[in-house]
């Protein structure tokens, strides 16, 4: 038996071609964190939705929702009319957010509503480093207001997880798509472009250029050398462009480093005005880190009222990718606080219920139950990531004494075993008095 092709085992320690749960919760942790500091708060979505959900969100020309989607209909739907509703395994967050919004009156509740998401999204794509059919995103929509700075605030956040797991070798790129109007006229230009270049252009992406000009100039007019190819900025309305102006101008005064690209769209219809990508040089062909932008009709297709909106979504794979290549410092081993060795089998009960005392108390502890060899369980423990070993000893136990010794500082010594979470602070501010 095997693992399904784009599916991963996400094991419980690191390999060469994996990384560990461990390192997995840790970087969600950490994500968490940062998401939560800025006042983001968690939403929960189902990973099966119904196929309207992302064709009304997404776009039914878009690649996501006419080649990517798992779509499928129930065993008992299958002799019925083909009117029955579909369902599909949630390719993208923002979709289901805004179905749930909606659903659950939560533009009614707070006129501002800041939240996040983590989880599995899938794609059938074609495989590539990075890039797998089961993926988890981490995303942060803000729903409700059109303030400027609320784009700015959402991209210091997006720089602030990066910043957060250590995370040096990135770039931001920014644009404007404008406004619908903008849109319409930046699609025919870069259909009219296109077609005067039709004779330069593969059969695959002829069909791209027809189907959907926006994701022929967002990802298939850069592989080729053409000169004056469309730039949004030349077709932008007044407004839209001021408000980029205005953007770029306060990005300037918080010394926000980023470039503007001109010919990035976002492949996906409910974008409008601004759009972002993070992008770095160690994820090689796919080097997106972090996408988004504002989505200011995206509550009204679902019907629901006029609500402008804007986020991002992360793929953790690549995340996780950049924090292991950049050598980061975030301690991403996994450690046991205290590793009980017993040295007669008649103390086994006795190490497990001073085990269980220790858990309770928040530490991670491990006890071998094998009834093993005093000698095999003292090498387990000194393999292991654990920071001290507690040794029993028969003869100390009727005292109740044991001996507690630092795995880092090999500093051992005997203490009451009525006392061992005490002296298993004390051991670990010696061991961090050492390091300073």
């Not at 499928?72 to 979709?95: I, Q, W």
């Not at 109007?181 to 472009?193: C, G, M, P, T």
């Not at 060795?341 to 190490?351: F, G, I, M, R, T």
Request: charged share 30%; net charge neutral; proline share 2%.
């Amino acid at each position: 038996m095997k693992v399904i092709k784009g599916f991963k085992d996400i094991l419980p320690s690191s390999s060469n071609s994996s990384y560990s749960s461990f390192e997995w919760e840790k970087i969600i942790k950490q994500l968490k964190k940062t998401m939560y500091s800025y006042n983001y708060t968690e939403i929960l979505t189902p990973v099966l939705e119904y196929t309207s959900t992302f064709k009304t969100g997404i776009g039914e020309d878009t690649d996501i929702v006419s080649k990517e989607m798992y779509e499928f209909v129930l065993k008992k739907d299958l002799n019925k009319d083909s009117g029955s509703e579909t369902y599909c395994l949630r390719p993208e967050g923002t979709a289901p957010i805004v179905r749930s919004l909606i659903e659950n009156s939560l533009h009614k509740t707070k006129n501002i509503n800041k939240l996040f998401y983590v989880g599995p999204m899938f794609r059938y794509e074609r495989m590539q480093k990075g890039r797998y059919r089961m993926f988890h995103q981490i995303g942060a929509e803000l729903i409700g207001s059109n303030e400027i700075h609320y784009e700015v605030e959402l991209l210091i956040l997006a720089k602030s997880i990066l910043d957060s797991l250590e995370i040096n070798e990135y770039k931001f790129q920014i644009n404007s798509i404008g406004n619908q109007k903008s849109l319409e006229n930046i699609s025919k230009a870069v259909k009219d472009f296109g077609d005067k270049n039709r004779d330069s252009l593969d059969e695959i992406d002829l069909k791209i250029l027809q189907k959907n000009p926006l994701r022929f100039l967002d990802k298939a007019i850069h592989k080729y050398n053409f000169k004056n190819s469309p730039k949004t900025v030349d077709y932008l309305d007044k407004d839209s462009l001021n408000r980029f102006t205005l953007l770029t101008k306060i990005l300037d005064s918080i010394d926000f480093k980023y470039t503007i690209n001109n010919q990035m769209v976002r492949g996906i219809d409910y974008y409008n005005d601004f759009v972002f990508e993070v992008n770095s040089p160690n994820l090689g062909a796919q080097d997106a880190i972090l996408a988004g932008g504002r989505y200011d009709s995206l509550v009204q297709k679902f019907g629901g009222p006029s609500v402008n909106c804007v986020g991002f979504a992360a793929g953790l794979e690549r995340l996780v990718m950049l924090v292991d290549k950049e050598n980061n410092n975030l301690n991403l081993i996994e450690s046991i606080d205290i590793y009980i060795a017993y040295e007669e089998p008649s103390l086994k009960l006795e190490s497990l219920k001073l085990a269980t005392k220790l858990r309770s108390q928040g530490l991670r502890v491990e006890v071998d139950l094998d009834s093993r060899s005093f000698n095999k369980q003292t090498k387990a423990a000194e393999k292991s990531s654990a920071k001290v070993i507690l040794s029993i000893h028969l003869a100390d136990f009727k005292n109740s004494i044991a001996t507690l010794k630092n795995t880092t500082t090999k500093i051992e010594e005997k203490i009451n075993l009525h006392q061992v979470l005490d002296s298993f602070v004390k051991s670990i501010k010696v061991e961090q008095n050492e390091k300073n």
